[in-house]
């Protein structure tokens, strides 16, 4: 356990906390949980990185945790009526396609693809749609559709990048295996 992994789990105390100010109508404060869960993932990235911290665990919990603060934002916004059924049957169908998926590959052995800048790009815009629909600014509607589209291109782009990098990986432990 390190400092990256402690503030992924704190992401996870965060969903709860958000929940609790969205639904008590607490708008502002309910963004800035919002924003701090996005900062910690930033942070803990960066450490991660910069101090040779990268773990399994880590690698693994922290696309969990941001998944689940987005669903869950995105399942207040629904309940509370800012979105359609449609575009939260999108978002939900995209977002827990991409858990299911890592938990399935990983199970199996397979490396995950690392977020990359179009996933960091992704998730800023996300942001930025949620602020927009939260205190409901123009346009955010149509911004949070360009968004949606924009995540799909991404998620394509992911599953491109898997394929190549475990591609690559196993071409290694065939070429490993025959020089031995």
């Known amino acids: 356990m390190n400092l990256p992994n402690i503030l992924t789990i704190s992401r996870f105390f965060l969903i709860p906390v958000f929940v609790i100010a969205f639904f008590s109508e607490h708008n502002l404060f309910a963004f800035i949980i919002y924003l701090v ?11 991660a990185r910069k ?13 969990l945790a941001d998944k689940l603060m987005t669903l869950t934002v995105f399942l207040s916004l629904l309940i509370a009526g ?19 998926s890592s938990v399935f590959f990983h199970m199996k052995g397979k490396k995950t693809v690392p977020a990359n800048i179009l996933g960091k790009m992704t998730t800023v815009l996300f942001y930025v749609a949620i602020l927009m629909i939260t ?14 589209l924009f995540s799909f291109f991404t998620s394509i782009n992911y599953i491109f990048e898997f394929k190549k990098m475990n591609n690559k990986l196993e071409t290694q432990k ?7």
Do not use: C
Request: charged share 10%; hydrophobic share 55%; proline share 3%.
């Open 135 to 148: 205190f409901q600014l123009p346009y955010h509607m149509g911004f949070l559709w360009v968004v949606i």
């Open 82 to 100: 800012k979105i359609s059924w449609f575009v939260a049957g999108v978002i939900f169908f995209r977002d827990t396609g991409m858990i299911i």
């Open 51 to 63: 101090y040779n911290l990268v773990t399994e665990l880590g690698s693994m919990l922290d696309p």
């Open 174 to 180: 065939k070429g490993a295996a025959a020089s031995n």
């Open 37 to 47: 869960a996005g900062i910690t993932d930033m942070v803990d990235g960066y450490l």
